[in-house]
């Protein structure tokens, strides 16, 4: 059974934070972790350096390992409801609710996330 659980930015670096805590309290290398867990040297160092997006089979034995519940680090990836009433009201401002100026603003939140995309890249 493969889990993959979303994390944002801010939960991975918390994760990887602990991960790198736990391996310095018991005074692991990357290496050494790589062979305790049975996962490849490569993707421990990827993991190490946040290279990664959910936290996967490879993030877990990791955990397992380390005794770290990564249940702790997984929230909503979207926010909470508050800020997502917060962007549909002020997307509802700015609209002069005609089809062709919602277009206009689907075509500019359509724009920031390319930008977004291409800046994580």
Request: charged share 30%; with cysteine.
């Amino acid at each position: 059974m493969q889990i993959w659980m979303k994390l944002a930015s801010e939960s991975k670096r918390e994760l990887v934070d602990e991960i790198r805590k736990q391996m310095k309290a018991r005074q692991l290398s990357a290496s050494d972790l790589a062979l305790v867990s049975g996962v490849n040297q490569g993707q421990v160092s990827r993991i190490l350096a946040r290279d990664f997006k959910v936290v996967s089979q490879n993030v877990l034995q990791i955990c397992i390992n380390l005794r770290i519940d990564p249940s702790r680090f997984v929230g909503r990836v979207h926010g909470d409801e508050d800020a997502k009433k917060r962007i549909v009201d002020s997307a509802l401002s700015v609209w002069d609710g005609t089809a062709e100026d919602a277009d206009l603003l689907v075509a500019v939140l359509g724009g920031m996330a390319a930008l977004r995309n291409a800046k994580r890249r």
